[in-house]
């Protein structure tokens, strides 16, 4: 397979100057077939030496010592260089072997001793298909023959030879030691590169250690930055993540915000739980005084009939037994009393009549059992006039208010809570809702706060009270007139029949000293408009009994105007 090729053989140790021929040149070639591992002096035995290669007519280096003549070779990558090996610049020399110049040529072969480099083996064994060559003599004037090469290969460790051709010239002579070229070899598999370093086989075991140390160097430092930013990601894992947050604060509010208003009403407000028969619910109710007297809705309490319960919940979570007063359907008003309670906190009540339609408003309660629920808003209308109740079908669980219209939510189980003002005084009693049920009722999901609510105003609720805790009734005042209820037009009309047979216009009532007549239509009260006859019993409900109204009445297409006192008549 190298058949064709040079071969590359292994210096020998000092060889036999006179060479097998003996004419003194050691131009015998090597036998081709011979083995390879001919070149180690081990195998050789007592025989003559035969020269590896013709002697070297022009002691070129690396090849021999160096002669004054000879120019250092140039260092050419491997692809420019031919096969041969490179060229000398120069005159030609003569066939003879003598130079151009006059000077004689080798006296002697000089065999190399094996060395370690590129086309050997490690042990100095040539590769296949390598040229052999042999040290050229010395040339002629040196009286000294070189000294022997050392045959062991150099350590790995060992630095290379400097990169020069070792003394040159006539005042050089011949070096002892060959320049770097002795170990040049042109077939090498690397290619030379032009950075300055020695040629393959004297520079690359320390650029090999070089780049080895530039290596271990590099991954010591990568490793210990890794290690460095490893362990700051593990230190950042590690702490644990603690956000900004304001710091403590005091604790008391604005006396007019909803918190500082909420702070100091919830004390006064409970939560009833009513049981009677197959009947319960859930309401709340106010403080009215130090004796536990407490403010709610009629219906709340409703359901306890004359032998239910009634459990008061207390804002700081105290339950107390509970007793009805009195109560009243017409006004949904009732006053229910706790007995051996202290401490309590009643509020203070405002004056309704003070309110305007755009004022701040807080409600207070228990939506759907969940007690002390604070809502605000604001006061929407004034003197809605609104009716609650009528499941009896009979009349007599209707109530009729001139209400105080809200935009704060209240839901089922606000009903009988306080509506505050601004300096946290009762201004309304909290008892209707409009409801977006639609057609579907209750069972279509849509009922609940709208924004529209409705409280008994606080006027007409103490005196309610007072009545209720005094005498355990209340009182209504009455014109002494029935109305027509199914009257479609404008206004309320008096009736043409009375209730049970009775005259239309009760007999000395109030309606009777004023003028008032059976058909007469009843327009406006101190100077309001009403549409229907319900308005007008919520206008009239809204005063006292011996309240002075002035009505405006429509007769025979004719305006008129009246004066009246009204009368009492007490709740059944």
């Known amino acids: 397979m190298d058949e064709g090729k040079p071969k590359w053989w292994s210096r020998p140790g000092p060889a036999d100057p006179a060479g097998p021929s003996g004419d003194g040149h050691g131009g015998g070639a090597a036998d081709p077939g011979s083995d390879p591992g001919a070149g180690h002096d081990a195998d050789r035995g007592p025989g003559p030496r035969i020269p590896l290669h013709d002697p070297d007519r022009y002691s070129t280096p690396p090849y021999g010592e160096p002669g004054p003549w000879a120019p250092a070779p140039s260092v050419q990558h491997p692809g420019t260089t031919p096969a041969h090996g490179v060229p000398l610049q120069g005159p030609a020399t003569p066939a003879d072997g003598t130079p151009a110049h006059g000077v004689p040529g080798p006296a002697a072969p000089v065999t190399v001793p094996p060395q370690e480099g590129p086309g050997t083996l490690g042990h100095g064994t040539p590769l296949a298909g390598a040229p052999r060559y042999d040290r050229a003599p010395a040339p002629a004037g040196y009286d ?4 022997p090469y050392d045959t062991s290969p150099p350590p790995y460790d060992s630095a290379p030879p400097p990169h020069d051709m070792g003394p040159a010239g006539p005042a050089g002579g011949g070096g002892a030691e060959p320049g770097p070229w002795g170990r040049y070899d042109p077939w090498a598999q690397a290619p030379l590169q032009q950075t300055g370093a020695g040629p ?17 160097v590099l991954g010591v430092v990568a490793g210990m930055i890794g290690g460095v930013v490893g362990a700051n990601l593990e230190a950042r894992r590690a702490v644990q993540v603690e956000l900004p947050q304001a710091g403590t604060e005091a604790k008391g509010r604005a006396p007019d915000s909803v918190a500082g208003i909420a702070a100091r009403s919830l004390p006064g407000v409970v939560t009833l739980h009513v049981r009677g028969g197959s009947d319960q619910g859930t309401g709340t109710g106010f403080v009215l005084d130090g004796r536990g007297h407490i403010l709610t809705n009629n219906h709340v309490v409703e359901p306890a009939g004359s032998g239910g319960e009634i459990s008061v919940t207390f804002s700081g979570g105290e339950v107390a037994a509970a007793e009805v007063v009195g109560r009243d359907a017409g006004y949904d008003l009732a ?15 405002g004056n309704s009549d003070n309110v305007q339609v755009g004022d701040p408003v807080v409600a207070i309660g228990a939506p ?4 002390n629920t604070v809502t605000s808003g604001i006061i929407s209308a004034k003197e809605r006039p609104i009716t609650a109740g009528g499941e009896k079908g009979d009349g007599s669980d209707i109530s009729y208010v001139d209400a105080l219209q809200t935009d704060a939510p209240i839901n089922p189980g606000n009903s009988g809570g306080p509506l505050m003002d601004s300096r946290a ?6 008892s209707a809702i409009r409801s977006a049920e639609g057609a ?12 529209l609510g409705f409280a008994i105003p606080v006027n ?21 007139v029935t109305l ?17 047979g009775a005259p239309p216009v009760t007999v000395g009532g109030p309606g009777q000293k004023a003028g008032i007549r059976s058909g007469d239509v009843i327009t406006e009260v101190d100077g309001q408009r009403v549409h229907s006859g319900e308005e007008l019993i919520v206008k009239i409900r809204a005063h006292r009994p011996g309240d002075r109204l002035q009505l405006t009445l429509e007769r025979g297409g004719q305006e008129k105007k009246v004066t009246l006192v009204l009368g009492s008549a007490r709740s059944g």
Not at 368 to 371: M, P
Not at 440 to 451: D, T, Y
Not at 461 to 478: C, F, M, Y
Request: hydrophobic fraction near 35%; proline fraction near 7%; aromatic fraction near 2%.
């Open 144 to 147: 000294a023959a070189p000294p």
């Open 200 to 216: 393959h086989g004297t520079g690359k075991p320390r650029a090999r250690r070089g780049a080895l140390v530039g290596v271990l």
């Open 335 to 349: 006053v229910v009393k706790v007995s051996g309670v202290s401490g309590l906190k009643p509020l203070p009540l």
């Open 368 to 371: 759907f059992d969940l007690a």
């Open 425 to 430: 005084r009762v201004i309304g009693i909290n």
């Open 440 to 451: 579907g009722g209750p069972e279509s999901g849509q009922s609940g706060s709208i924004g």
């Open 460 to 480: 007409q609720g103490k005196r309610v009270a007072e009545e209720l805790i005094n005498t355990g009734k209340a009182t209504h005042p009455i014109i002494g």
């Open 484 to 500: 027509d209820m199914d009257f479609t037009g404008d206004g309320a009309r008096v009736g043409t029949e009375g209730n049970d």
